[in-house]
């Protein structure tokens, strides 16, 4: 064979690269690659705070289970949320955005109120038994909301600033004040994340950013200057070994759990640190008991499962043609993505610890709640991209056939039987049926 006749040679790695990365344009990559993650998450963080609690659970309340029992409890409620949220049209959100803002505002001044400390923070409200709420984690999806519907409604006047700023501004301003009222510091990051978001992605100019990062940057140093926890927290992050004994205990354990770890850790269940070495060690800190027993490979695999999230999150928000759904999901995406820095951050030691938990993981179901009907209404915004529900529809036929279709398949199926039957008792005296025939 002549060169100029010779085939082309193919590079089956590179057709096989392109073939798995052109799955990601399929119409529900992002409805499954949200639902996968966030179960996975979840799933982890019941056995994560099993693990991390176990200890702490058997000295204080006699039972191993006794805190994890809770946690299931909580997802118990979390996952029929999720799933009813998953179903509800786009329209419905809007219509709660209103009452949804009035509930949290009203619960965020009950705090001030009849709520009580914990760790410093005034942000709780104890309900019966030994459950709490704490209302700061509910106002994240109810400014998520508030702000995509009020940006979407006035879409055609927010050329002006005036539009742009009245209500969402004031409005976020009264939420955010509130909590910062209550001394937490962590959950108002979270929440002018989200307020940045909305404005960002609605297309706001990027001069009105830079007076507001200087506003939002003087307060955040007004704060931390006037707390003296808060001075503390920020004095062990910059030098955590040199005040061991004290403030810079936290962190320097959680990196003493970190660094034994390995690659691989030291076997789920076998950790160290949580053994009244570590505080909040399946609250804040989960991600270090991830990383002493799970080691690198399960640290890394829930970044992994978080990019996945914030993959997702962004795609739903480019392909949407609702303004709504571009903002809500974008904010939400954003959400996620802060929260889960800032505290592995400061897991890590490279941010200051604010007392925020780990998305989906970390113990708790006033955070887990409003974060799984969030990850609910990623996927209803999911379902509605272009293409999604035409291919929902037809995976809905597939798999659950019509009564007509059932007798159509078994009279098929039969008549298929029957003319296998009638073939193999010809192939078995061919010769001698053609000779009696002769």
């Given at each position: ?10 590079e089956l790695g590179r057709v096989g690269l ?79 955005a209103f009452p949804s803002l009035v509930v ?335």
């Amino acid at each position: 064979m002549s060169v100029a006749t010779r085939p082309p040679q193919v590079e089956l790695g590179r057709v096989g690269l392109v073939a798995r990365l052109r799955t990601l344009d399929r119409p529900l990559t992002s409805y499954y690659l949200v639902l996968i993650a966030g179960l996975l998450l979840v799933a982890l963080g019941l056995v994560m705070v099993f693990s991390a609690s176990s200890v702490e659970s058997l000295r204080h309340q006699g039972s191993v289970f006794a805190i994890a029992r809770k946690q299931v409890i909580w997802v118990g409620l979390g996952l029929p949320l999720m799933w009813l949220t998953s179903r509800t049209p786009v329209r419905i959100f809007r219509r709660l955005a209103f009452p949804s803002l009035v509930v949290v505002l009203m619960l965020l001044g009950a705090v001030l109120v009849i709520g009580h400390r914990v760790n410093g923070n005034r942000n709780w409200i104890h309900l019966a038994g030994p459950f709490e709420i704490q209302p700061s984690e509910a106002a994240k999806l109810a400014l998520v909301v508030f702000g995509a519907h009020v940006l979407a409604r006035k879409q055609k006047l927010l050329c002006r600033a005036s539009h742009l700023c009245v209500p969402l501004l004031p409005v976020a301003a009264a939420v955010i004040g509130l909590v910062v009222i209550g001394h937490d510091l962590g959950t108002s990051i979270v929440l002018l994340a989200i307020l940045v978001a909305l404005l960002f992605f609605v297309g706001t100019p990027m001069r009105y950013f830079v007076t507001l990062g200087a506003g939002l940057l003087s307060m955040v140093l007004v704060l931390i200057a006037t707390d003296p926890n808060r001075m503390r927290r920020v004095g062990s992050f910059l030098h955590p070994f040199a005040t061991y004994q004290g403030a810079g205990w936290q962190g320097a354990q959680s990196i003493f759990g970190l660094s034994s770890g390995g690659l691989t850790g030291v076997g789920l269940g076998a950790s160290r640190e949580k053994w009244g070495y570590l505080p909040e060690a399946h609250t804040d800190f989960i991600y270090a008991i991830i990383g002493e027993e799970l080691g690198m490979v399960g640290a890394l695999g829930v970044l992994a499962l978080f990019g996945a999230l914030v993959y997702a999150g962004f795609r739903i928000a480019a392909r949407s043609r609702d303004l709504f759904v571009t903002l809500a999901a974008a904010a939400i995406t954003v959400w996620i993505a802060v929260q889960a820095l800032v505290n592995i951050g400061a897991v890590l030691g490279v941010l200051p610890i604010t007392g925020i938990p780990l998305p989906l993981v970390s113990y708790g179901g006033s955070a887990l709640l409003p974060t799984m009907v969030a990850l609910g209404m990623l996927l209803s915004f999911a379902r509605a991209e272009p293409g999604a529900a035409a291919a929902l529809a037809a995976r809905g036929r597939r798999s659950r056939p019509t009564p007509l279709a059932k007798l159509r398949r078994t009279s098929a199926e039969e008549s298929a039987a029957r003319r296998r039957g009638r073939l193999r008792r010809e192939s078995r005296f061919p010769r001698r049926v053609g000779r009696w025939r002769t």
